[in-house]
């Protein structure tokens, strides 16, 4: 474990992000967390200065929603523009993953990242990269709801 990471359930997770987010984005019904980064600074984490939220739909239903594209598109846009600020980046993609080393094995993955578009330049995380959090969380949560009802999932 890194000094700037805790103890979450099985996982280690950034230190500044709380059990309410955790608990929110794990508690989604099409999506699946990935993964999530507070941002850091400082030149060690190069990469990982932007706070960022990375899920996927499920295999049992990615080819449903691979259908859907259009709608998807849709139902995201309407909520990516209704975020506070200018602040947001937003990407979904559909990939084939191949398994190494034979790649015999493909499957279809459907993925949906937000990365905020301020890098983090302090140890400690400002209230506005608590908001970013808040209103992005929010988002998902929405686009969840959405996309399930489209989807007729539960």
């Known amino acids: 474990m890194e000094i700037y990471q805790r103890a ?13 987010w955790l608990e929110r984005l794990n508690s989604l019904e099409l999506f699946k967390l990935v993964s999530i980064c507070e941002g850091h600074c400082g030149e060690e984490h190069p990469y990982d200065a932007s706070p960022h939220i990375n ?37 979904a993609s559909i990939a084939l993953d191949h398994s190494l080393p034979d790649s015999s094995c493909t499957s279809e993955v459907f993925r949906v990242s937000f990365e905020c578009g301020q890098r983090r330049d302090t140890e400690t995380m400002t209230a506005w990269f608590q908001s970013w959090f808040v209103n992005a969380i929010a988002a998902i949560e929405l686009l969840d709801v959405q996309y399930c009802k489209f989807l007729k999932v539960k």
Do not use: H
């Not at 979450?8 to 309410?20: G, P, T």
């Not at 929603?65 to 990516?80: H, N």
């Open 8 to 20: 979450w359930r099985n996982y280690y997770v950034d230190a500044n992000l709380m059990d309410e």
């Open 55 to 91: 899920l996927r739909i499920g295999p049992e239903l990615c080819i449903q929603a691979m259908q859907s594209w259009a709608e998807f598109k849709r139902i995201l846009g309407d909520i990516v523009d209704d975020l506070p600020g200018n602040d947001t980046y937003v990407n």
